[in-house]
């Protein structure tokens, strides 16, 4: 593996992540109609209209198609739902697989970088079949410290409309808002807007100081009436503008089943809005839940706020997402970032990248910084897996992986870069590679059997017996859970 940073600014802050997944058929991530009564947004398809091809989606030859572009994602809420799905006994929808998303909902070993910038990372292995092999690109932003980060607006957003009495929904973001009002820190400051039939400011813009009235601001938060979502996050957004600290970090959280049922039905409207604050500076983080979650809408208003579209069911995945993730990230380390893998076609005959279908970007899109990107926080590693058909006897760079990214208060540009040669590749995936490796391969596998029912040629049984080996090897929580949702998937599909 060979690593070359190249900064075109000096001490730009980080990006995210990127790129690396593979076969599988076209998917999207629309839910059915009665999830919501309010229409698909019209940005993307429903998921009843016909697979839109891209680039991203399908195998690509490298004499026409060198190159792979996309924005960077950071959502993990594909992975989270579907495991609520399975738990319950329950095939998870198809069309709310999306690969990358469960790919990264695990944990990295990837090297931190020194500064503000990003450590990137290329490897991969050789496949059982022959000239085939997985390749995996790997970005990893440097933590915060936590003592050291600038303070924080945090305005939350909550549903309380009837489908939120539900066990495991307003009881569980009551409790998770709890436990984060007593984690923030001093200079934090908390607002609190609920919406049902109509949206209400429950607690105005209050510093951390007056914890007492922030926590019986949550106590007073009761179900009632319809779901107009629309208003909720007007109310929001105008609150946190009117509070808006330059110095600080300036967030909207929305907590929600996503299953809107009043107010405007223009939704791209909405997005449009969203967007907007977006570049204001005023960024979003969309937390599902419920049993029944209107999993297209969270996501495209986390991916129009510059945010990110978590899902939790149960309260210790609140208390990950809300004590841990949410303190350690509320800084960013990169806006609009993109990724850019370019393929060598005297190695690599075809390739397919694995996931971010509804991320995909041309070619040239990617040095226009116009142009939307994802927006990457501080500590976060982000891994996408491309299958590749080599050539025979295919010798020398195979691919070079280049990420740019804007520093989030100045939007200076920056990029970085990494390839990978063939010698760089195991010469066999399960064998002698990193467990990190494996574990990414089989998420990515498991997320296209249940959207493709086709995964490297595995079948559950196969990648059941793979996490099982691998829980014990890392001796991670994550991935014995992985092995439990595999062996469920087996006995209801």
Not at 61 to 90: I, K, M
Not at 220 to 243: F, K, Q
Not at 302 to 320: F, H, K, M, P
Request: charged share 25%; hydrophobic share 40%; aromatic share 6%.
């Amino acid at each position: 593996m060979e690593v070359v940073a190249m900064k075109f600014r000096p001490l730009v802050v980080v990006a995210l992540l990127v790129v690396l997944a593979a076969c599988g058929g076209p998917g999207g991530s629309g839910p059915n109609a009665h999830d919501r009564a309010a229409p698909v947004p019209a940005s993307k398809p429903s998921a009843s209209s016909p697979p839109v091809a891209t680039e991203e989606g399908r195998e690509n030859d490298t004499e026409t198609a060198q190159v792979s572009t996309f924005a960077l994602d950071v959502d993990t809420a594909s992975y989270g739902y579907a495991r609520r799905t399975l738990e319950e006994g329950r095939w998870p929808e198809p069309a709310r697989v999306r690969p990358e998303e469960f790919v990264n909902s695990f944990r990295q070993d990837y090297a931190q970088p020194g500064d503000d910038g990003f450590t990137v990372q290329v490897d991969g292995a050789r496949m059982p079949e022959r000239n085939t092999a997985v390749l995996r690109v790997g970005l990893q932003t440097r933590a915060a410290d936590a003592a050291s980060r600038r303070p924080a607006n945090l305005t939350f957003v909550v549903d309380v409309s009837g489908s939120m009495a539900e066990p495991g929904r307003l009881d569980l973001v009551k409790q998770a808002l709890h436990t984060l009002v007593d984690q923030l820190a001093p200079g934090d400051q908390v607002s609190i807007v609920s919406f049902s039939d109509a949206a209400r400011l429950v607690a105005s813009m209050t510093p951390l100081t007056a914890r007492a009235d922030l926590h019986a601001a949550v106590d007073r938060l009761a179900v009632e009436g319809s779901t107009n979502l629309e208003d909720g996050l007007v109310t929001g957004y105008e609150e946190a503008a009117r509070a808006f600290r330059p110095a600080a970090t300036n967030r909207v959280i929305l907590l929600s089943d996503g299953l809107a049922n009043t107010g405007s039905t223009a939704w791209q409207a909405i997005l449009d809005r969203v967007k907007e604050h977006a570049g204001r500076q005023i960024t979003l983080l969309s937390v599902g839940v419920g049993r029944d979650y209107g999993d297209e809408l969270m996501e495209q208003l986390a991916d129009n706020g510059d945010g990110a579209a978590v899902y939790v069911s149960t309260v210790e995945q609140a208390r990950q997402v809300f004590v841990e993730r949410l303190p350690a990230t509320l800084e960013l380390r990169a806006r609009d970032a993109k990724a850019q893998v370019v393929f060598n076609p005297s190695a690599v005959e075809s390739y397919r990248l694995v996931g971010y279908e509804n991320r995909a970007m041309a070619t040239e899109d990617f040095r226009d910084d116009a142009r939307d990107g994802g927006e990457v926080g501080p500590g976060h590693s982000v891994t996408a897996l491309y299958a590749v058909k080599l050539r025979p006897g295919a010798s020398g760079q195979l691919a070079s992986a280049t990420v740019r990214w804007q520093e989030p208060d100045t939007r200076t540009p920056a990029e970085a870069s990494a390839s990978v040669k063939s010698a760089d590749l195991g010469d066999a995936l399960w064998e002698g590679t990193s467990s990190r490796l494996q574990v990414d391969v089989v998420a990515a596998a498991f997320a296209l059997h249940l959207r493709d029912r086709e995964a490297f040629g595995l079948d559950l049984r196969e990648l059941g017996a793979h996490a099982t080996r691998l829980a014990s090897a890392t001796e991670d929580a994550a991935v014995s859970e992985l092995a439990r949702l595999i062996t469920k998937a087996a006995s209801i599909g």
